[in-house]
């Protein structure tokens, strides 16, 4: 994208008929870290990827509690989420002080929508430049939300937004209807699965996920960090690393069966340059 005459504000039509800063918007939600959500028929995990902007420096919080029954996830500027989130945790305690109960998660994302598409026709407004996975459950079960700096929501049974998403796109569609019947375990097993695909050369440690997860039961809450790296190496996340020295005690044994790992391996190798497809993160 490029400066033009037609985006000097958000209200400004181009003669294609497109909106200039919600495009901008929402190609900032492509460049920030990515962010992953799946639900079951009884929980709901999100999952994001830490990105410090130095070696110096702590990450930036990427998921937020907005009650004991709702979670969020974001991607891209985390000042933006923060706000958002400010404002959904206000609404769920003055819908908990009038009606005595907890808020429906629907309600709060059409609140929340229609909350970012005012600054989509406000000439003074900008959008919000991120994205929020937004997870919760009710009465009606367990949900999982896509609001988008346009206005636009969607519910989805998995979603990864960000940068390098498109990775853990793939494996989720693979894998998405067995979501339903998942049990808590096996959530936070794929969300791992998933985070991982979106990193490009680096190892899975519990160092740059950050995992949470709410159900029946379970209030919404972020798993420490001795959790998930326990988590990681229980269910062998990065169990690729170790396929080089199995090959070399497969070798002197068996030397048809050494070469079956090798194909994986180039698979991998070719995957690689899919992942890296955005120019930033964020």
Known sequence: MFRNQYDTDVTTWSPAGRLFQV??????????????GLRSKTHVVLA??????????????KIFKVDDHIGVAISGLTADGRVLSRYMRSECINYSYTYESPLPVGRLVVQLADKAQVCTQ??????????????????????????????????????????????????????????????????????????????????????????????????????????????????????????????????????DSAAAPEPAARTDQGSAPEQGVAPMDI
């Not at 994001?48 to 919080?61: I, R, T, Y």
Request: aromatic content about 8%; charged content about 25%; overall charge negative.
């Open 23 to 36: 495009e901008y918007a929402m190609e900032a939600v492509k460049q920030g870290s990515a962010a992953i």
């Open 48 to 61: 994001c990827v830490n990105k410090a902007n130095s070696e110096l420096s702590s990450h930036q919080k």
């Open 122 to 255: 406000r000439s003074w407004k900008r959008p919000y430049g991120v994205g929020l996975l937004v997870g919760g459950l009710d009465e009606s079960g367990a949900h999982l939300y896509y609001n988008c700096p346009s206005g636009n929501y969607f519910e989805y049974q998995a979603f990864a937004i960000g940068s390098r998403s498109q990775a853990a796109k793939t494996y989720l569609e693979r894998r998405f209807e067995n979501f339903k019947n998942s049990s808590r375990d096996d959530l936070i097993k794929d969300a791992l699965i998933a985070t991982r695909e979106t990193l490009q050369g680096e190892k899975l440690t519990s160092s740059i996920c950050t995992i949470a997860i709410l159900g029946v039961g379970e209030p919404f809450h972020i798993l420490d960090r001795e959790t998930v790296q326990k988590l990681i190496n229980e269910f062998e996340i990065v169990k690729e690393d170790d396929v080089p020295a199995a090959d070399q005690d497969i070798e002197p044994d068996q030397g």
